[in-house]
Each structure stands twice: as structure tokens, then as C-alpha cells.
């Protein structure tokens, strides 16, 4: 069985310092110490230090060696300008014969014209543009566009956990989407004590959507769920 992690944090509004589930992080509570609203978010992990790249080494090679050039005498030197000479004889006669092939007269050749076809304007990009498609009417829904049917207060299936929550599904029945949608409710013990608020938050819920909530309850001795309010801002 793995050991439950926690997380600390300070209240920004008394400076309490809380402790939390890991698992937890992201639910709002109300503070222990002075009872103001206040989300659980997980400390920044610190900064890892930076490694300093290793430069590279410079492997050094050695110089080539240098060969002694060969002497060259008169004698020696006698067979490559024959050579230069009968090397610049052909290619005087080859370049003479070139300039001949070149310069030779070249037949006419008579090319035929082609009709030319006048093709069809294209069609306007408007024209072939399909249709928009139809919106969808709206559906009228009597009662609320944002509601909650059935919710209930559950503890943790994991082995070993003491967490416990407060689930349900919460439905759009509109086609507009609603933004910071919030659920709001309010705890109490066995005797019906007050023990305070909890809340579940989402960002964006699409229209014609459902959404399955789940608020983190703190106290162990709860024993009922009252639900407050349901907060969002419609598009």
C-alpha cells in the first residue's frame, strides 16, 4: 500500500499555513483558520541546476611530412616539351575543325501552324461555393439552462484512503456554452452543524453538454449535502 502524499500551502488572507491531499489540488475550500474561500494549488517544484557544457577537446595531428622535391635537369626536361608542342598542334587543328562544322550552312525547316482553341471562361469562385449550412433552432427547455438532478456524498475506493466528495453531473440543456461554471454546496454534520462550504469549478462547458463534478469534502464527519447555487456566464 502506497503512502498518501501531502501538499502545504499558506492562506493568502491570514497566512495560515494547510495542509492538503495531492490528489486534492485544484478544489476550492473554505480557509480553517478564517473561513474565506481558498483553492488548493501545488507548490512550483524548484528549479534544477544548470550543468555547465563540457568543452569539447581539440585533438591535435601531426603535420605532414614534407618530401624533398626531385631535381630536374635540361635532359630531363627535353621529352614533356615535345610533348607541349604536339599537344597544342591537335588541338589547333581540332579547334580549326570545329570553327568549320560551326560555320556550315543549316536547312530551313518549315513549321506548320496549329489552330488555336478559345477555351470557356472559368465559373466565379462564388458560384462554386456550396451553401452554409443551416443552423439548428433552438430548442426551448423549461426550467434552467444549467442544473443539477442528483448528486451524492462519496468516499474514496482506493485502499487505505479517508478522502470523501461530493458527485453529480451537471447539464447544459442549451445550445450556447457556458463559461466558469461553478457548483456550490454546503456541508453538515450528523446533529445538522454547519461545517462549512465546498465548490467544484470548470472553465468551459459546451452546449447541449454534461459535466460530472466532483468537490473535495475536508471534514470526515460530514453526513449531508446541500447544493447553494449554480454560477456561469453564458456566450
Known amino acids: 500500500m502506497s503512502e498518501e502524499k501531502f501538499l502545504k500551502i499558506t492562506c493568502r488572507q ?24 481558498l483553492s488548493l494549488v501545488a507548490p512550483a517544484p524548484a528549479p534544477a ?10 585533438k591535435m595531428k601531426p603535420a605532414p611530412a614534407q618530401w ?11 621529352p614533356q616539351v615535345a610533348f607541349l608542342v604536339g599537344l597544342l598542334v591537335v588541338l589547333a587543328g581540332g579547334g580549326w575543325f570545329y570553327q568549320s562544322w560551326k560555320n556550315r550552312p543549316k536547312p530551313v525547316k518549315t513549321v506548320a501552324k496549329k489552330p ?15 451553401p452554409p449550412p ?9 426550467g434552467p439552462d444549467l442544473q443539477v438532478l442528483k448528486y451524492q456524498i462519496e468516499r474514496a ?28 454546496f454546503e456541508l453538515f454534520d450528523k446533529a445538522g452543524k454547519s461545517l462549512g462550504k465546498i465548490s467544484d469549478q470548470n472553465a468551459n462547458i459546451a452546449g447541449r453538454t454534461k459535466w460530472d463534478f466532483k468537490a473535495m469534502v475536508l ?6 449535502a446541500e447544493m447553494i447555487k449554480i454560477h456561469g456566464e453564458r456566450e
Open 14 to 37: 491570514c497566512g495560515g499555513n494547510i495542509e492538503f491531499p495531492a490528489e486534492a489540488a485544484g478544489q476550492t475550500i473554505d480557509c480553517p483558520h478564517c473561513g474565506k474561500p
Open 49 to 58: 541546476p544548470a550543468v555547465a557544457a563540457a568543452e569539447p577537446k581539440v
Open 68 to 78: 624533398d622535391e626531385p631535381v630536374t635537369t635540361k635532359e630531363s626536361k627535353m
Open 116 to 130: 488555336v482553341s478559345v477555351a470557356a471562361a472559368p465559373k466565379t469562385t462564388e458560384a462554386m461555393k456550396p
Open 134 to 142: 443551416k443552423e439548428e433552432p433552438e430548442v426551448p427547455h423549461d
Open 157 to 184: 475506493k482506493d485502499k487505505g484512503s479517508k478522502l470523501i466528495y461530493v458527485t453529480g453531473t451537471l447539464t447544459n440543456h442549451v445550445k450556447a456554452q457556458y463559461f466558469s461554471v461553478k457548483v456550490e
Open 219 to 224: 471534514d470526515d464527519t460530514v453526513a449531508k
